[in-house]
């Protein structure tokens, strides 16, 4: 989810014959998903469910991230291991799979296994937005806590959460008792990243930093300045990892952006934290819900 894509011309719905440029309009499980075409852009389409930013592909293009905190993912991606090496990744969340696109791309032979909740979602993806051939990409039509928990032992060396359901995170994805279901999948060393939305006071953001570092080693933040400062609500990365987390690259990356972001590691994220103790599965809540307009598309 992202605020950082204009509406595109046009409601008119195509059955995928004749000009692949007409807008696709479909009723899926989570509300009404739009495809529009990027007019600047010949094979490049933004996809929303009532009216929120989904995501956006370029399929000319994976490498092409229109979205900053996926910008801030990839960037995560990028830095985790050796360049071109091939990684186990589990997506909780597909929307149109932008992140595997650009996984497939720069990590070639990469195994990915992504778990979206949405069949209705998956089927409009498949047959408008398909995968590169040789994209070793599966999707399965799951609950993401359900699955995660079903997941074998350490068989993920990344795991990203980018899962919202009318723009906020599942209650059963934001307590300690699922942090601990993301360590066990993950081998050892492995990383987790998550995208998560907040504004101050930043309870909800504080509180997944008291999870994850109940239970994981070392924690990072990524985001804008000015989200950090509690000036704007929205989007920041959580990283978790139980070894040392190399961010002197992904801080240059990141802070290289057209829109800028800083990573706070260290001393940083424990004391965004402060106060805030772990949620409970009996306790846990969704995050909060943005501000009219946050994620809108005008």
């Given at each position: 989810?992202?605020d950082?894509?204009a509406?595109?011309?046009?409601d008119?719905e195509?059955?995928?014959?004749g ?7 479909r009723e899926?499980?989570?509300?009404t ?13 933004l996809?929303t469910?009532d009216?929120?930013?989904?995501s956006?592909?370029?399929l000319?293009d994976?490498?092409?991230l229109?979205?900053e ?7 995560v991606l990028?830095?985790?291991a ?12 597909g929307?149109?799979l932008t992140l595997?696109?650009y996984a497939?791309v720069?990590r ?5 296994q992504?778990v979206?909740?949405?069949?209705g979602?998956v089927?409009l993806?498949?047959a ?5 051939r ?5 999707v399965?039509?799951?609950?993401a806590r359900a ?8 068989s993920?060396?990344v795991?990203?959460?980018?899962v919202?359901?009318g723009?906020r ?8 008792e699922?942090?601990?279901q993301a ?5 050892p060393?492995g990383?987790y990243?998550?995208?998560l939305a907040?504004?101050a006071?930043?309870?909800?953001l504080r509180?997944q930093?008291?999870n994850?570092?109940?239970v994981f ?5 990524i985001?804008e300045?000015s ?6 609500f929205g989007n920041?990365?959580?990283l ?10 992904l801080?240059?990356r990141?802070?290289?952006d057209?829109?800028p972001?800083r990573v706070?590691y260290g001393?940083?994220p424990v004391?965004f ?5 772990p ?6 809540v969704?995050s909060p819900?943005?501000?009219a307009?946050a994620f809108?598309?005008?």
């Amino acid at each position: 989810m992202s605020d950082e894509r204009a509406d595109r011309q046009g409601d008119e719905e195509t059955d995928g014959q004749g000009d692949e440029r007409i807008p696709v309009i479909r009723e899926v499980g989570q509300g009404t998903a739009k495809l529009m075409p990027d007019v600047d852009r010949e094979r490049a389409w933004l996809l929303t469910v009532d009216g929120a930013p989904q995501s956006y592909v370029d399929l000319d293009d994976p490498q092409h991230l229109e979205f900053e905190y996926v910008r801030r993912l990839a960037h995560v991606l990028d830095c985790v291991a050796a360049p071109g090496l091939a990684l186990d990744l589990l997506h909780l969340g597909g929307g149109a799979l932008t992140l595997p696109r650009y996984a497939a791309v720069t990590r070639p032979g990469s195994r990915q296994q992504v778990v979206e909740f949405d069949a209705g979602l998956v089927d409009l993806v498949a047959a408008h937005l398909p995968v590169p051939r040789g994209a070793d990409i599966t999707v399965h039509v799951a609950d993401a806590r359900a699955w995660l928990e079903a997941a074998p032992a350490r068989s993920a060396d990344v795991l990203v959460a980018d899962v919202f359901g009318g723009a906020r995170v599942p209650a059963q994805l934001t307590s300690v008792e699922y942090a601990r279901q993301a360590a066990r999948v993950l081998r050892p060393g492995g990383l987790y990243a998550a995208n998560l939305a907040d504004g101050a006071p930043f309870d909800f953001l504080r509180a997944q930093l008291a999870n994850f570092g109940a239970v994981f080693r070392e924690l990072a933040l990524i985001a804008e300045p000015s989200v950090l400062r509690g000036r704007r609500f929205g989007n920041a990365v959580l990283l978790a990892c139980d070894a040392p987390l190399e961010v002197a690259a992904l801080a240059r990356r990141c802070a290289s952006d057209a829109f800028p972001a800083r990573v706070e590691y260290g001393d940083g994220p424990v004391r965004f934290a402060r106060g805030a103790l772990p949620v409970a599965d009996a306790d846990a809540v969704a995050s909060p819900p943005p501000p009219a307009g946050a994620f809108s598309l005008g």
